[in-house]
Structures are given as structure tokens and as C-alpha cells.
């Protein structure tokens, strides 16, 4: 009876095994036919300093056998897996990854592959080595276009990710720590992730294991065309952890025509900077639920002044696209043709309203941080000393007029919504503090245990925070 059963349990898992291979997407004809266009990138860079110290031991993980140490030395003090070191005047050397686009020898990457590089190699599967010309890169979107002098290369196809679905399978294909042409899978994890420093790029995230080395790779659909350039991954550890991020090709393709036609790429503009809008927030603003990007700070002479913007407002809308978080509106934006019209539909005090502005041109921008020093201690009910501003700390802090310095923050309101030492308190209530003598006529009216939207500026930083005053 026992010989039996245990036949038919090794029966049913041979089946069960069975039915899940055939269920798992088989890769092998993709490389095959994709592999031949994706190119390792190398880089070289004179120093202009020599080394001011040497580098750092790294920290070998727990339970690495002894054999494998000098191995792991190797890949942490050459993350990108080239050489480097040595006397100042020598060549330092960094990897990357590409594929190409075009025949006659366009070749995509990343900028920060490709950045400060005083010559650029392009390495085939057939193992020939190319030097490439930069015809252009934008920091802004990670994005750098190469050509090499080359006829009848093959190529990838460029795909549609705005068809990609979450948890659909996709795969890369790359150099990480300089080792050509290593394939790696997963699953779309999200789609239009916003991530500090890349505000113009809605990134795809994924678990493909992505390390140093596999920047500049495509990411392939199962379709077997691009949707994405592998850019970034999170990590504790500098080695992959599950959260990798590509650049989707739309976005990819309209930096690209510009790159070939002007050698440079221009951003759309608003020149607002918003944040999310917390349930707190909502509260305080009377919404339902939390939605869009509000208004913390508006650029004089902006598209978004001249169309009537006001601190404090909520976009939700932009040219009939929805904004559900801030993070929505910066690629949306910045990939709207410069001096085209747009329409945003906001949220004002309760209201909704829509307005009409054309697309500026994004300049560099920088902020100034105001140095703060403490004098008494917090004198009001929110638990904050505040006082006004003279004329040499307005100009530091670029402010045309309104707002009081927070130069104390005591046990209260105040501390609890997040107001630090040194911010400046412009609005309160959808209310402009000029002076310290409105900051507490309106602090004195304002009512307990209700949700009360306050901006403040930070380092050079609005923000809008939500606090409550004890009943």
C-alpha cells in the first residue's frame, strides 16, 4: 500500500512539474536573436588629480568561504568592474552597457555611463571594439547617444511601454561587473515610479537583478523589443536587492530626436514646485481623499504666473490626464514640446477651476539656504518663536516679501507636524504671514483638533504640513 501511494504522489509531481515549466516563458530564441545587438561600453578618463587616499577595505558579507574573498574585493573596490588607480595622470576606467538602433551605428546608453569620458569604447558579441563618438546626453532623463562608424549592424526594436502591464515578465540583457552579455529575468514590479533626481522620467520598476555594469542595458518585453533602458537600481549594499528602475523608451525616443537633431534635449516647464497631498492635507483643504500635486512655491515669470497659479492650489488634472500624485506631473510635463499649449484643471479652496498656459523652456535652477541662529524660547500656542525676517535674510532666501523665521520649536502642534528651527512660515490656512504681528492674529484665530494646512520653506525648500491643535 505504502510502494503505491508513494507512486502515485511521484506520478503527481512529475505532472505538477511538468505543468509549471510549461507555464514558464522560455527566453533562449529572444537572446538569440537580441543578444548580437546589445554592446558592452568602456570608458576611459584622465585624472586631474592624483589619488588623495587609497581605497577603502570592503566589507566581505558573513559566511563567504576564504577562496571567494579576493573575488568580492575585486568587484567592491571596481564596482563598475574596470581598472583604474594609480598615479595621478592615469587612465581611469569604468564599464557599461548599450544597444544599438540603427544600422549605420547608433548606439544607446546611459549618460551617467558615458559622463566626463575623454574616449568611449564600444565593444560587439563578435568582440570587435569600436571607438564611438557622444552626439549628445541629457543628465536629466539619464540618456546619451553614440555613433560608431559602422554599416549593417543589428539592431533591437523599439517597443510600446505604455502597453506594459504589471507583473508581466520582462528581461535584461548586460555587463554587470564586466562580465558581456549576462541574461537576467523577473517581473514588472510598478510603472511610473518617481525617484529623487529623476523627476522627468516615470521609471518602470522591476526585480530583474540589475548591478554595476548593466546600466545602459535594455530591458525587453516578451514581445522581444525594448521598453526600457536599465538605469538605477535601490540598494543597501551597492548589489541588487530586487528594486531595479528602467527609463521607458517613449521617453527614451524623444530625447533621442532631439539629441540627433539639436545635440542637446529641451524640457517642457511649469515652474511650480509641488509636493503630495496627504490624508491630513486633504483634510485641511476640505477634500474626499488625498489626490494631485499642490502648489508649494511658484518661479516668478513662469508659465505657471503668467497662467494665474497660486500657492496652495491642487493640480488634477493636466491636459485631461489625471494626476493622482505629484509625481505624475513633472514627465508629463516635461515632455510636452516647448511653447505648446496646456490646459491644467486645479482645485481652489473647494473649487474647481481650469486654466490655460503654454510650456516653458526648464532652466537650471539654484536655492539659496538662509543661516538661522536661536534666540527664546516657543511663546504661543503652537509652540513656536518666530520672528520677522530683515532685509539681508530676504535676499539670501530670494523671498520678495511675507513669511517669519522659526527660531525656537517647543513641545506642541508645531513639533508634532514636523516645523523645524530655522524654517520660514509663509502661509497659514491658505493665509500669507507678512509679519510677525499677522503670524499671531492668525494663530490666535485658529480653531482646536481640526487638521490646518501651513507652508513652510526648508533650506531654500517650500512645503505644505498638516497640523492640529490640541483640544
Given at each position: ?18 505543468t ?14 537580441n ?11 584622465k ?11 570592503p ?13 568580492f ?5 571596481n ?47 563578435d ?13 536629466r ?5 553614440l ?12 517597443g510600446?511601454?505604455?502597453q ?19 541574461v ?8 511610473g515610479?518617481s ?11 522591476t ?32 548589489g541588487?536587492?530586487g ?5 521607458p ?57 503668467q ?52 510650456i ?54 508645531a ?43 526648508r533650506?531654500?525648500?517650500?512645503a ?8
Amino acid at each position: 500500500m505504502f510502494k503505491k501511494l508513494s507512486g502515485a504522489v511521484f506520478l503527481a509531481a512529475c505532472l505538477f512539474m511538468q505543468t509549471v515549466s510549461a507555464q514558464l516563458p522560455d527566453f533562449t530564441e529572444m537572446v538569440k536573436t537580441n543578444g548580437i545587438a546589445v554592446v558592452n561600453i568602456s570608458t576611459t578618463q584622465k585624472e586631474s588629480k592624483p589619488p588623495q587616499s587609497a581605497p577603502k577595505e570592503p566589507q566581505i558579507p558573513e559566511g563567504v568561504p576564504p577562496e571567494m574573498e579576493e573575488l568580492f574585493k575585486h568587484f567592491f573596490n571596481n564596482p563598475n568592474g574596470g581598472g583604474g588607480g594609480g598615479e595621478g595622470g592615469a587612465e581611469q576606467q569604468s564599464l557599461g552597457s548599450g544597444f544599438v538602433i540603427s544600422q549605420d551605428g547608433y548606439v544607446l546608453t546611459n549618460h551617467h555611463v558615458v559622463k566626463d569620458a575623454d574616449e568611449i569604447i564600444v565593444k560587439f558579441s563578435d568582440r570587435r571594439e569600436l571607438l564611438a563618438k557622444l552626439i549628445g546626453s541629457d543628465a536629466r532623463t539619464d540618456v546619451a547617444l553614440l555613433k560608431v562608424d559602422a554599416h549593417d549592424l543589428p539592431t533591437v526594436s523599439i517597443g510600446d511601454p505604455n502597453q506594459l502591464q504589471v507583473g508581466e515578465w520582462v528581461l535584461a540583457i548586460g555587463s554587470p561587473f564586466g562580465f558581456e552579455q549576462s541574461v537576467t529575468a523577473g517581473i514588472v514590479s510598478a510603472k511610473g515610479r518617481s525617484l529623487p533626481g529623476g523627476n522627468y522620467v516615470p521609471f518602470i520598476q522591476t526585480d530583474v537583478a540589475i548591478n554595476p555594469g548593466n546600466s545602459g542595458g535594455p530591458l525587453f518585453n516578451m514581445d522581444g523589443k525594448v521598453i526600457g533602458i536599465n538605469s538605477q537600481i535601490y540598494s543597501r549594499t551597492g548589489g541588487f536587492m530586487g528594486l531595479s528602475f528602467a527609463i521607458p523608451m517613449d521617453v527614451v525616443m524623444n530625447v533621442v530626436e532631439q539629441l540627433k537633431t539639436k545635440g542637446k534635449a529641451a524640457h517642457g516647464w511649469l515652474g511650480v514646485q509641488i509636493q503630495d497631498v496627504t490624508r491630513e492635507l486633504a483634510e485641511s483643504f476640505g477634500m474626499q481623499k488625498p489626490q494631485g500635486a499642490l502648489v508649494s512655491k511658484i518661479i516668478p515669470g513662469s508659465p505657471a504666473e503668467q497662467a494665474q497659479l497660486k500657492i496652495g492650489d491642487i493640480i488634477i488634472e493636466f491636459n485631461g490626464q489625471p494626476i493622482d500624485h505629484s509625481g505624475d506631473l513633472p514627465p508629463m510635463v516635461g515632455m510636452t514640446p516647448i511653447n505648446e499649449k496646456a490646459t491644467l484643471k486645479i482645485i481652489r479652496q473647494g473649487e474647481t477651476k481650469t486654466l490655460d498656459f503654454k510650456i516653458g523652456l526648464l532652466p537650471e535652477q539654484v536655492d539659496k539656504i538662509a543661516e538661522v541662529k536661536p534666540e527664546s524660547k516657543p511663546d504661543n500656542k503652537l509652540g513656536v518663536k518666530v520672528v520677522d525676517l530683515t532685509n539681508e535674510q530676504r535676499e539670501s532666501m530670494q523671498l520678495a516679501s511675507g513669511g517669519v523665521l522659526v527660531q525656537e520649536v517647543g513641545t506642541g502642534a508645531a513639533l508634532d507636524a514636523g516645523i523645524q528651527r530655522g524654517d520660514l512660515i509663509l502661509r497659514i490656512q491658505n493665509q500669507a504671514i507678512n509679519s510677525l504681528a499677522e503670524f499671531n492674529k492668525v494663530v490666535k484665530a485658529l480653531p482646536t483638533g481640526k487638521s490646518i494646512a501651513v507652508l513652510i520653506q526648508r533650506q531654500g525648500s517650500p512645503a505644505f504640513l498638516a497640523l492640529k491643535i490640541a483640544k
